[in-house]
């Protein structure tokens, strides 16, 4: 008797089994489990990355939903359109794998991962159906990006970059390119851009930025009062949760840090060297480099970073409360602050970098550069020589999304504590001496 082999179909891996899934629980374990005295109020934002990068749950989204790819992009523009902005930019290093077959070996990995995102079966985190794509030119690869995600099938509107933010030319250039995306929204949404509109938009983004601004004060505090990891999963978090619900949570945590403050409490050790964190931004999964900064016994109390605090610190100045005027205002409020490496030059990047370690009381600076991204690469020596020149200590760490790099960087990292621990004994004797 004749059989016939019946097909086995494969069965479908659970997404939480997934190697996605397990990339993202390892930093979660990594960022809840081995440090003391989380925050209770950063409970909501540990479920928030289990649910939504372990168990892959899909995000439920109202009206039209808008990718982008830059904090350049006036997020008040498209929620005043009725759609909801998603940031796309993407830190696991299994997409940067999947983009790393269609990108050149040299790639920036924050551009491969984002692409490698674009183009998979499995979009994390699950937003659905993007109805449009902006594109911000902020530098050689992310322009050319902008066919690839249309191959993907994505509809996508390009945002180019004036070369320079101090000239009147460059920002009336940039004032047309956010008049051409208002056009844009206006099309993919079906809804026409009001001054109630615009104006009840940007009401709500200025009480996310009010929260993070409190929060950002916090950090002030020496002691520290929560550590630094926990303030980039809060802003990595914005780029895809509701923001109202975002803005109550940042609040209600802000509130338990009041509480800290009030009862002198401390997150780290009171000799715990004081980082200022600048350069490739830290984007969840991989956030090694803040996590081993603070796992090697020192603190990141500020940042100059696009996932972090400049995403949410800049307010809007609006000269008379008119729809063309109000479109206006927000183009400046996202170029004349911007402090990215792209523009010909970076003193405000420099000027901004020396305030916030003024202001943090900082020791010493972490400057991360994802390798083939070339204009951090590039801006690193004008920042070390201005930060070497006003007497601050800094280490340059190129890296990338891979974990093949922790044993170098961990050694690296230790040793720059460490001379900082040294110089700050060195100054507390020194000023005893004087004083005696």
């Known amino acids: 008797m004749n059989h016939t082999a019946i097909p086995v179909q494969p069965v479908a891996q659970p997404f939480n089994r997934s190697k996605l899934a397990r990339e993202a629980d390892l930093t979660l374990n990594h960022i809840v489990d081995d440090f003391i005295d989380n925050p209770q109020g950063m409970q909501y934002f540990y479920d928030l990355f289990r649910r939504v990068f372990v168990q892959g749950e899909a995000l439920s989204k109202t009206g039209p939903k808008v990718g982008v790819t830059c904090i350049q992009v006036p997020e008040e523009l498209i929620y005043a359109a009725g759609a909801t902005p998603i940031r796309l930019c993407n830190g696991s290093y299994q997409y940067d794998q999947s983009g790393g077959d269609f990108m050149p070996a ?33 530098c050689d690869q992310k322009t050319k990006a902008s066919d690839m995600m249309r191959e993907f099938g994505h509809t996508v509107h390009d945002l180019p970059l004036p070369p320079d933010k101090e000239s009147e030319p460059a920002r009336e250039y940039w004032r047309r390119t956010v008049r051409n995306l208002a056009v844009e929204l206006q099309k993919t949404t079906g809804k026409r851009l009001t001054r109630k509109g615009i104006k009840a938009a940007m009401a709500k983004s200025l009480r996310a930025q009010a929260a993070f601004r409190q929060l950002h004060a916090y950090r002030k505090s020496a002691p520290a009062l929560m550590l630094g990891k926990d303030v980039f999963l809060v802003t990595n978090a914005y780029f895809f949760d509701d923001i109202d619900r975002w803005t109550d949570a940042v609040e209600a945590l802000n509130a338990e840090l009041e509480q800290r403050l009030q009862s002198g409490f401390q997150a780290a050790q009171s000799k715990a060297p004081r980082i200022l964190f600048t350069g490739s931004p830290p984007i969840f999964p991989s956030l090694k480099l803040p996590l081993l900064i603070e796992e090697c016994g020192g603190v990141v109390v500020a940042d100059e970073t696009c996932s972090a605090n400049r995403m ?30 792209v523009f010909t030059r970076n003193d405000d990047c420099i000027r901004r970098l020396l305030e916030l370690a003024r202001s943090f009381a900082v020791d010493g600076v972490v400057y991360q550069a994802f390798s083939g991204c070339q204009v951090y690469e590039m801006e690193q020596r004008s920042v070390a020589r201005a930060l070497q020149e006003a007497g601050l200590p800094m280490i340059y760490v190129e890296t990338d999304y891979s974990p093949d790099d922790q044993g170098q960087l961990t050694t690296r990292i230790e040793a720059f504590l460490e001379s900082l621990k040294t110089r700050k004994r060195q100054a507390r004797l020194a000023a005893a001496a004087s004083s005696a």
């Open 106 to 138: 040299k790639s920036c990995a924050l551009v491969k991962a984002t692409l490698g995102r674009l183009q998979a079966r499995q979009q994390i985190p699950d937003v659905g159906k993007l109805d449009l794509i902006v594109n911000v030119a902020s």
């Open 312 to 341: 949410l610190y800049d307010m809007t100045a609006v000269d008379e409360w008119l729809t063309t005027h109000m479109i206006d205002g927000l183009a400046d409020k996202y170029l004349k602050p911007c402090t990215c490496p």
